[in-house]
């Protein structure tokens, strides 16, 4: 089984319709991200969140929202879907060494393709 | 902020040749570099990375060198192989004021690359 499991791997919505995307993992990492791909864009930042109590806001984060039900799991939600919200969509996880530190690789899930109408 | 520009793909070789991708970035301080690859259908994973100026990242028959006076960190293999057809990701992780990452990654918009046999 994958350590960074997401659901669904792909999902096909219509505009306007709430959609989220879960993330689970079994690294035992304090960190998980979201990260949008685009062809031609590389993947983008939408939030992240270094433990449980403590989420922030990255580049691209308008139109998105974020739960950490636990220290495994990292959910993002799409409140009111729109077409240019179609996109490949990445968890990842990274482990820190002190509050502040992390070696900066990141372990990725396999995405979810996320189409909007 | 901080930036990361890869050469315009998509790259296409024969198998056996040498391979280069280059990339450059911008950044306050010194940021960690790191290149990742994406197999088809796959999330991304860590190839390489280095950490200073100087250091050599190598895996997998791949090699990058951190140069901080041309602010480039340029991917090669000498002898690529089918199995390499994938899409390759530059990156870099932003260093705060106290010298150490939030472990945040900025990616370059990826190069496609397809080895013939």
């Known amino acids: 089984d994958a350590d960074v499991t997401q659901t669904p791997r792909n999902r096909i919505t219509k505009t306007g319709k709430r959609i989220m995307l879960e993330c689970s993992q079994t690294?035992?990492?304090?960190?998980m991200y979201w990260y949008r791909q685009d062809p031609g864009l590389g993947l983008r930042l939408i939030y992240y969140?270094?433990?449980?109590?403590?989420?922030n806001k990255g580049e691209i984060s308008d139109g998105y929202s974020v739960s950490r039900q636990a220290q495994a799991k990292f959910s993002l939600s799409l409140e009111s879907a729109i077409p240019n919200q179609t996109a490949l969509y990445f968890c990842a996880t990274s482990v820190g060494d002190r509050q502040y530190y992390s070696t900066g690789e990141l372990f990725f899930g396999e995405g979810s393709r996320l189409t909007v109408l | 902020g901080n930036s990361v520009t890869q050469m315009e793909g998509p790259v296409t070789l024969s198998e056996e040749a040498f391979l280069t991708i280059n990339c450059t970035y911008t950044a306050t301080g010194y940021p960690s570099l790191f290149w990742y690859v994406q197999y088809p259908g796959e999330g991304l994973q860590l190839l390489l990375k280095?950490?200073?100026?100087?250091d050599k990242g190598s895996n997998k028959g791949f090699e990058a060198t951190y140069r901080k006076e041309t602010t480039s960190f340029h991917l090669e293999k000498g002898s690529v192989q089918v199995s390499d057809s994938a899409v390759y990701f530059c990156a870099l992780s932003e260093i705060n004021a106290g010298g150490t990452s939030y472990g945040k990654l900025t990616f370059g918009q990826g190069t496609i690359l397809t080895v013939h046999p």
């Open positions: 690294k035992g990492h304090d960190r």
């Open positions: 280095a950490t200073k100026a100087d």
């Open positions: 969140s270094f433990d449980v109590k403590d989420i």
